[in-house]
């Protein structure tokens, strides 16, 4: 769960020289910072370096990434008539340096890749909002006064969306996933509504493809039993809800990731095992993907993560 983060001293070189957006727009650097968790941390498959925003900039929106800040759109979409200006995103040539990342890292690794992409309801809170928000107001309002501003809006993002996913598999990436990271912030009811369908519609048109696909959101506990029935293969879980009570709110085959918080990689170890234990336990042994239940803290010492990896490929089920 962005293995390379702002924790590892490597990467960290790597932005003194260049912004997020330059790194995720040469290959042979995204290929980098892709491969340096696999090569401190031992896990068992690489997560693609990139943005969620990179397929916007792709489709011609004019954004930036500001540290502190997160990513900053100049032209917020606010009505119905810019929606009509957008174009769907044509992965090659827009967003050629993914894909060519993607070939690159092939070549390299030794264990799977798994590609990903925002979800539409999280892009459109982006341009939307003009960034990163709280609340989501703007979004919501759009979402529940304009709706036909909205499904616009959707309709542009989901299919862009899911021609990158596509083009990611077709590329080399082995496993997807497709990250929710606002929409949290919506009712369940409304998330059916006016999210759900577009949603369904990217998982639907990549299941030709038969590669493994992941759904993830944060503060979706109360959302769970909407988004496993998108399509995705694996529901992932944040560390708000402990994972077997996240089982129960999901089909009972369904496979589950997650769900350590990354706080507690800053406590002493053995807090951190134990808990790492309790997740592992809770996971049941058969259909878990151990992993965090967000991304890695820029605090964290890399040598607690190998241990963390360790620790997790030592471990076995209790008979």
């Known amino acids: 769960m962005r293995q390379a983060g702002r924790s590892l001293p490597e990467y960290r070189a790597l932005k003194d020289r260049y912004t997020i957006l330059e790194l995720c ?9 892709t491969l340096q968790p696999v090569r401190r941390l031992g896990v068992d498959a690489a997560i693609l370096f990139s943005d969620i925003v990179v397929p916007l900039q792709g489709m011609g929106i004019s954004l930036e990434i500001e540290a502190g800040v997160g ?15 957008l174009r769907v995103l044509q992965p090659d040539p827009d967003v050629d340096y993914v894909l060519e990342a993607i070939k690159l890292l092939r070549k390299e690794l030794r264990v799977p890749l ?26 919501k309002a759009m979402m529940l006064g304009e709706p036909r501003a909205w499904d616009a809006l959707m ?31 919506v009712a369940p009811a409304t998330y059916e509504r006016h999210v759900m369908p577009w949603v369904k519609k990217v998982f639907d048109g990549l299941r030709d493809l038969q590669v493994p696909t992941i759904h ?10 909407h988004m496993s029935r998108t399509g995705a293969d694996v529901m992932g879980v944040d560390w708000r809800v ?22 507690l990689c800053l406590a002493p170890w053995e807090v951190l095992a ?29 040598g607690v993560l190998a241990a963390l990896v360790e620790l997790v490929h030592s471990w076995k089920v209790p008979v």
């Open 71 to 85: 990513p900053v759109i100049e032209h917020p979409i606010r009505a119905e008539d810019q929606v009509s200006s």
């Open 242 to 263: 402990p994972l077997d009570e996240a089982r129960r709110r999901i089909p009972q085959a369904m496979p589950v990731q997650g769900n350590l918080d990354p706080a």
């Open 216 to 225: 993830f959101g944060i503060v979706t506990g109360e959302l769970l039993a």
């Open 155 to 185: 309709e542009v993002l989901s299919q862009s969306v899911l021609l990158y996913l596509r083009a990611q598999v077709e590329a080399g990436a082995q496993a997807l996933q497709l990250f929710d990271s606002w929409v949290g912030h």
């Open 114 to 139: 798994i590609g990903f992409a925002g979800a539409p309801f999280t892009l459109a809170s982006y341009l939307i909002e003009g960034g990163s928000s709280k609340n989501h107001t703007r979004t």
């Open 25 to 33: 727009r040469q290959p042979d650097l995204a290929v980098e910072v």
């Open 274 to 302: 134990r808990e790492a234990t309790d997740v592992l336990e809770r996971g049941g042994g058969r259909g878990h993907i151990f992993n965090l239940g967000h991304g890695v803290l820029p605090e964290t010492d890399p």
